[in-house]
């Protein structure tokens, strides 16, 4: 029975071992999941949690699997690590009150969490449950053994032979390290594409949210899209934010600033809440730019016709919602950092939270016409701009409010 029990306590090592490598084969990816997290929010504990939980995870289960003398403690720090690791999780998902705002970045956190909690328990339990039988059976059967020689009615005696707990042999070592060689080869590109696959999905999750925020700021508003920089030539329009600090930005840049006008009402004050940063961004890239605000929503839509764009400020002006005719293919916030990948041109493709709530990525072949400089502005450069690069996808939609981003998907 005790070699049977080794075999599922061995699985769960081993499991936590392959966490252990993809935390450390991405730890950016890690630190922007601790990001999220109330327990973790100073970034000098979130450092040094970082770099620690890996090491030490890796470190335990190399020592539960090579070296058999200490097999017993190694399986009892696991069950710690997992026992702490659970009750983090709980205490993230259930231990503050649920916000009472219009912080739809932190409501969608917390709701997450709680979403996932069952999970995380359950699985951190059936990898528990082995290694606790293997410390119960192990410290049993270093009390007591089978009648042998060396012993005396099934009580060891020291320097018997039952009183010395059998290790593995080599030839098993060596099968168990080609096993866990073969799984991490196995797995490392699998979590690689499920490390995509979650950004995208994460990526995605705070686009719906952004979006929902921007229509219910418009309904406070008198169906009036966000709207706070003033169509002045050649002059900054003041924002204070968060703090009685005060960020000067010219009109168009408001396709960057919208965060610290929309943080006080909708994001807690926070004008670097965690939802702001996109999980497509590299490490290290600077977070200023990575949901933009499409310059359609500042501009009447024959001010994105060539054929009918006049001078400013005449046609700079708020968008309502009833000035969008296709909400369901109009994108209301963007992710930079999809647009910027580094991948082929034909194969480039843009994230956009709609109208409609709904988030979704676009190839570049499903996008209808967009102003490849500034804001369509050929020459000279206007004062109201100060923003002369087409730096994402759906920003300068030919047409404004009234056309499509892009097209829906064909149908099969």
């Known amino acids: 029975m005790h070699r049977l029990v080794t075999i599922p306590s061995l699985l769960s090592a081993v499991f936590v071992a392959v966490s252990a490598i993809s935390k450390l084969w991405d730890l950016s990816y890690f630190d922007l999941q601790l990001a999220s997290w109330r327990l973790f929010s100073e ?33 009892s720090f696991l069950v710690g690590i997992l026992l702490l ?92 390290l080609a096993v866990i060689a073969v799984l991490v080869a196995l797995a490392i ?104 605000y499409p310059c359609t929503f500042l501009a009447d839509e024959h001010y994105w016709r060539s054929e009918t764009r006049t001078f400013p400020p005449y046609q700079l002006r708020p968008v309502k919602l009833g000035d969008v005719a296709f909400p369901d293919v109009k994108v209301v916030i963007s992710d930079e950092a999809a647009w910027n990948a580094p991948v082929k041109a034909r194969s480039r493709s843009g994230a956009g939270g709609c109208i409609d709530g709904h988030a979704e990525f676009v190839s570049w072949g499903r996008m209808t016409p967009q102003y490849a400089i500034g804001d369509g502005v050929v020459s000279p450069f206007f004062d109201y701009t100060r923003h002369f690069g087409a730096y994402n996808a759906f920003l300068h939609t030919v047409g404004g409010a009234s056309e499509r981003d892009f097209r829906p998907p064909s149908k099969p």
């Open 43 to 75: 970034p000098a504990v979130r450092s040094l949690i970082v770099f620690t939980v890996p090491i030490v995870e890796l470190a335990i289960t190399a020592l539960f699997l090579l070296v058999p003398t200490r097999r017993l403690l190694a399986a």
């Open 85 to 176: 690791f659970s009750l983090a999780y709980a205490i993230e998902a259930y231990g503050g009150p649920s916000p009472n705002c219009a912080c739809f970045g932190i409501w969608a956190r917390q709701f997450e969490f709680r979403t996932t909690v069952s999970f995380v328990l359950i699985r951190n339990g059936i990898l528990i449950v082995p290694l606790i039988c293997y410390i119960m059976l192990s410290s049993l059967r270093a009390s007591w053994v089978p009648l042998s020689r060396g012993s005396v009615q099934g009580v060891a005696l020291p320097g018997g032979a039952g009183s010395r707990e059998r290790g593995f042999s080599l030839i098993e070592v060596l099968v168990v």
């Open 189 to 292: 590109p699998a979590i690689g594409y499920m490390r995509q696959r979650g950004r995208e999905s994460v990526t995605l999750s705070n686009l719906r949210h952004h979006s929902t925020v921007f229509v219910s700021y418009a309904h406070d508003y008198r169906d009036t899209l966000p709207y706070f920089t003033v169509p002045l030539p050649g002059e900054s329009s003041p924002i204070q934010i968060p703090g009685g600090n005060v960020f000067y930005t010219f009109y168009f840049e408001a396709y960057a600033t919208w965060k610290f006008a929309l943080s006080p009402g909708f994001y807690s004050g926070n004008p670097v809440h965690p939802t702001f940063r996109s999980p497509l961004q590299p490490a290290g890239a600077a977070q200023f730019f990575d949901y933009t």
